[in-house]
């Protein structure tokens, strides 16, 4: 499995990021913006099982099970329950992603950390518009972004597939070589490095979003956001 050394965390050191030719900053959101500690995502899945567990009339254990392979087989578990059952992607999406976020609040750090990155702002998730403008709203940053590009942008193609890339590209008519990506799930740093753009990869803990982080496709590896944020400031200031 992949293992980061020291060395390469050295290499990938995001203060090496060159930002005076950046223009365009493209964000992931879950377990990016918020960092995986945060444990939204726990939140969002806890409600995939439920969905399942009602909608196939499945013990508690063999929902789990199911949704734990399709997120591994189909990128996303919507994709996997569209794929072999069919299911309609606005019901399920609109119940999972409705969570309780009352936990949250203005996050001045990360919004004067935004403030200060020059350039336009996007967000690409694999989730939806609605669930990532609460999030952004609740942390008090969602004027930072041009818009949100969606599951529903991407035609039901979730990263790391290459279309929805060019599509974002295309809709956002940004520069690829003046873009800078930011993830925490490794291998959907590979089609943005395809396109010219630079990438940083937010350390992990889980093995799915490790893996590829070790490929040249990586750039920069910062420890979560706000390092990176910080690191960035310090670039532009030097
Ligand atoms: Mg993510």
Do not use: C
């Amino acid at each position: 499995m992949t293992e980061i050394s020291a060395s390469m965390l050295q290499d990938k050191d995001p203060m090496k990021l060159d930002t005076s030719e950046i223009s365009a900053w493209v964000f992931d959101l879950d377990n990016t913006i918020y960092p995986a500690h945060q444990s939204l995502f726990p939140r969002v899945a806890s409600r995939m099982i439920d969905w399942i567990e009602q909608n196939f009339k499945l013990e508690r254990e063999q929902a789990e099970a199911l949704k734990t392979r399709l997120f591994l087989e189909y990128g996303t578990t919507m994709n996997g329950l569209s794929s072999e059952y069919s299911v309609e992607p606005e019901d399920f999406l609109s119940y999972v992603h409705d969570i309780d976020l009352s936990d949250l609040s203005y996050d001045k750090e990360l919004d004067a950390g935004m403030s200060a990155l020059p350039g336009k702002k996007y967000i690409y998730t694999n989730g939806t518009v609605l669930h990532a403008s609460r999030i952004l709203e609740a942390y008090g940053i969602g004027h930072h972004f041009e818009f949100i590009f969606d599951i529903f942008a991407s035609n039901h193609l979730p990263k790391p597939a290459l279309q929805p890339y060019q599509d974002f590209l295309a809709q956002s008519e940004i520069n690829p070589k003046q873009a800078v990506m930011i993830e925490d799930m490794a291998r959907n740093l590979e089609p943005a490095a395809k396109l010219g753009m630079q990438t940083v990869w937010l350390m992990a803990e889980h093995s799915w979003a490790k893996k590829g982080a070790t490929e040249p496709y990586v750039h920069y590896i910062a420890r979560d956001l706000k390092h990176f944020l910080s690191d960035a400031q310090h670039v532009l200031t030097r």
